[in-house]
């Protein structure tokens, strides 16, 4: 494509304003369309950046895993299975480009993503979180430079708001975290520094299709004529998909978080559990997630799930049962069948892209998602295979009604 070539990108969640950010970067002319909805997957996420714990079902795949098991739906105790390694590959590549990209994007948008390094640790209770444990760290897919055995006894000195009670952890080393809010606006502010086009509060009515090529996308107020267009829409990626004849096997998964008062730091790392997980933002807020729930676009939050979460972050660090819950939400997070992400072109409906997928790993995905994008949109050499990634892996794309997500974990 040439540099005046028109993009335009359907989503304002974190990934639609990453791809907008990296497109404009690379001097592609954007219109980024948002139609801000209750709920879209970036307020569902507590900012971890976890490649490792996310490849191998920690954070809310371990406590989805067991509400699974409790629920017969899982055959077997073991632990949630984990991800192949593309996905592991994937995630690592994207975090990698962080510390980077937040000087970027301070510099270019002016707000600070509120990186930082902290590390992942999962806090075992008993022989079966061992059991899970161990071969996790005896066999890491990235070596065991990247993970470490704590004793009960370090983990009393590192993170001493923790249950005396705990049998130990895993430390997974390089799983950090951000303000998730942040990073969005900040890659919306510094894509429309860079010439980006935003249209706010604007409804997508139809994406117009002629001669198998996308030539124009069409809002209640105007059409727009593109080159190509993207389909960044998250939960909503489906009804997107469906007005360019694609079927986008995608469906909401709601997570409810509860958020403690403003407390002083008492957490040096973020803490996953087969309860909850618990990460302390730089403002003293404890982020305390999440319930991985097919409950179709509603975005409630119910008493039995805020019961369990606070009930597990009282069995992590006891002193919490003194603390004050300030706010609790729910929001959607766009699962897909292997809870891979889909990426990348659609064969037959040339100038149609999907960023789209993420689950519960839009923020950590984000970067790369963006950078292939672009280079896809820019006709550059891809940085990374995208066919783990691409839409074709589900066979018949023609629309027919989204699937299930399929895999419990």
Known sequence: ??????IVVVGGGVIGCAVAYYAAKRGLRVTLIDQPRRG??????????????????????????????????VAEAGGPSQLPRAFLDFALQSKALF????????ETGGLDIELERTSLLFVMYDEADEAFARPLWQNCPCGRSL?????????????????????????????DQLNPYRLADAFRASARTLGAKLLPHTEVRNICVAKGRVIA??????????DAMVNAAGAWAPEIGRMAGIDIPVLPVRGQIV????????????????????????HGEIIIGSTTEETGFDVGVTPRALKALTAG?????????????????????????????????VEGVAGY????????????????TGVLLSELLSGAPLSFPLEPFLLSRFGAHRDTGASRVGRAR
Request: some cysteine; proline content about 7%; glycine content about 10%.
């Open 1 to 6: 494509m040439t540099r005046a070539s028109e």
């Open 40 to 73: 879209r997957a970036t307020s569902a996420s507590a900012g971890g950046l976890w490649p490792l714990g996310e490849s191998i079902g920690l954070g809310c795949g371990v406590i989805f895993y067991k509400a699974q098991l409790e629920q017969g739906k």
């Open 99 to 106: 510390p980077t990209l937040a000087g970027e994007l301070r």
């Open 147 to 175: 993970t470490e055995w704590v004793t009960p006894e370090e983990l009393g000195r590192t993170e001493p708001a923790v249950t005396r009670a705990a049998r130990g952890a895993l430390r997974f080393n390089g799983d």
């Open 217 to 226: 996308v069409e809002t209640a107020a105007q059409r727009i004529p593109c």
């Open 259 to 282: 958020a403690t008062e403003t407390l002083p730091e008492v957490l040096s790392a973020c803490i996953s559990t087969t309860d909850c997980y618990l990460a302390q933002k730089r």
């Open 313 to 345: 972050a009282i069995r992590a660090i006891p002193f919490l049962e003194q603390v004050n819950v300030k706010r609790a939400w729910a929001g959607l997070r766009p699962g897909t069948p292997d809870e891979l992400p889909i990426l990348g072109s």
């Open 353 to 368: 892209y999907n960023a789209c997928g993420h689950f519960r790993t839009g923020i950590l995905n984000a970067p790369l």
